[in-house]
């Protein structure tokens, strides 16, 4: 399903237990997601008036806040909602930045969710600590707004990907994932198509041996992918000659997944 517009989300700093609530500030992640999606999608934080609870969010955070609860982050989301009543402007997808060594990640709020206005549910939330990387962000807002899970292996952002350069240069979503959402351009299978014609929005989509595959060239390395099974590539390498036919120069690769599916 395309996934195009903009979606807002709450953004709401949480302190307590005599820490001031972080500054929170969403504006690198709704540039990176507008970049990544070429313009087409775009996250929009909804500022809500920061909260500052009677203990020190802290104490929801042994182990990240990934314990079973009650005191978790999943906890702590509801008693930061709770704080925030009466919300009417609240979007129903809320981050939360937290004074305290919360892991990043994005879940349930606890017991159901908290009702932020007469019939107005926030019932998922992404949690970051104060000072998350570009990296943190961008991956739980996939999973928080787009629903996209991990992808362990995988070299993209829902996976490795979200690390790279730090934290500082994610990843961008790999091809099935962007394919899904609208966001990659289709090269048929022209043979004599060079690999530097190919953009980093478009992938070249081949049958290849009873499955559909995508081919991705960036910068003189090539990826081929299942084009429905997002994740690890089937195959990566480097292109002996980016002006040189792409199919030629993925065609070893392309043999070595053969008779693999
Ligand atoms: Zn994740």
Not at 171 to 187: N, V
Not at 189 to 209: I, K, S, V, Y
Not at 241 to 253: E, M, S
């Given at each position: 399903?395309?996934?195009?517009?903009?979606?807002?989300f709450?953004l709401?700093?949480?302190?307590?237990?005599?820490?001031?609530?972080?500054?929170?500030?969403?504006?690198s992640a709704e540039?990176?997601?507008?970049?990544?999606?070429?313009?087409?999608?775009?996250?929009?934080?909804?500022?809500?008036?920061?909260?500052?609870?009677?203990?020190?969010?802290?104490?929801?955070?042994?182990?990240?806040?990934?314990?079973?609860?009650?005191?978790?982050?999943?906890?702590?989301?509801?008693?930061?909602?709770l704080?925030?009543?009466?919300?009417?402007e609240c979007?129903?997808?809320?981050?939360?930045?937290?004074?305290?060594?919360?892991?990043?990640?994005?879940?349930?709020?606890a017991?159901?969710?908290?009702?932020?206005a007469?019939?107005?549910?926030?019932?998922?939330?992404?949690?970051?600590?104060a000072?998350?990387?570009l990296?943190?962000?961008?991956?739980?807002?996939?999973?928080?707004?787009?629903?996209?899970?991990?992808?362990?292996?995988?070299?993209?952002?829902?996976?490795?990907?979200?690390?790279?350069?730090?934290?500082?240069?994610p990843?961008?979503?790999?091809?099935?994932?962007?394919?899904?959402?609208?966001?990659?351009?289709?090269?048929p299978?022209?043979?004599?198509?060079?690999?530097?014609?190919?953009?980093?929005?478009?992938?070249?989509?081949?049958?290849?041996?009873g499955?559909?595959?995508?081919?991705?060239?960036d910068?003189?390395?090539?990826?081929?992918?299942?084009?429905?099974?997002?994740?690890?590539?089937l195959?990566?390498?480097?292109l002996a000659?980016?002006?040189?036919?792409?199919?030629?120069?993925?065609?070893?690769?392309l043999?070595?997944?053969?008779?693999?599916a």
């Open positions: 399903m395309a996934v195009t517009g903009v979606a807002p709450g709401l700093a949480v302190g307590g237990g005599g820490r001031a609530p972080p500054e929170a500030c969403a504006t540039a990176w997601w507008n970049a990544a999606s070429f313009g087409r999608w775009r996250p929009r934080a909804v500022a809500l008036p920061p909260v500052t609870l009677a203990a020190d969010p802290a104490r929801w955070c042994a182990g990240g806040g990934m314990v079973p609860g009650p005191r978790n982050a999943a906890a702590l989301a509801r008693a930061a909602l704080a925030l009543v009466p919300a009417a979007p129903q997808h809320v981050v939360l930045v937290i004074a305290g060594p919360v892991a990043p990640h994005a879940w349930r709020v017991d159901g969710g908290v009702a932020v007469p019939g107005r549910w926030v019932r998922r939330y992404a949690a970051l600590p000072g998350a990387s990296g943190a962000w961008v991956h739980e807002l996939a999973h928080l707004l787009l629903g996209w899970p991990d992808l362990p292996g995988s070299p993209c952002l829902m996976g490795s990907g979200a690390n790279r350069g730090g934290g500082h240069d990843a961008r979503p790999g091809p099935a994932l962007a394919l899904d959402a609208g966001w990659l351009d289709l090269a299978a022209e043979p004599r198509m060079p690999a530097c014609n190919l953009g980093p929005g478009a992938a070249m989509a081949l049958h290849w041996d499955r559909e595959v995508l081919i991705t060239s910068g003189g390395d090539f990826a081929i992918h299942d084009r429905h099974r997002p994740g690890p590539p195959a990566s390498g480097r000659d980016a002006t040189a036919p792409l199919l030629a120069g993925v065609a070893a690769a043999a070595s997944i053969a008779g693999a």
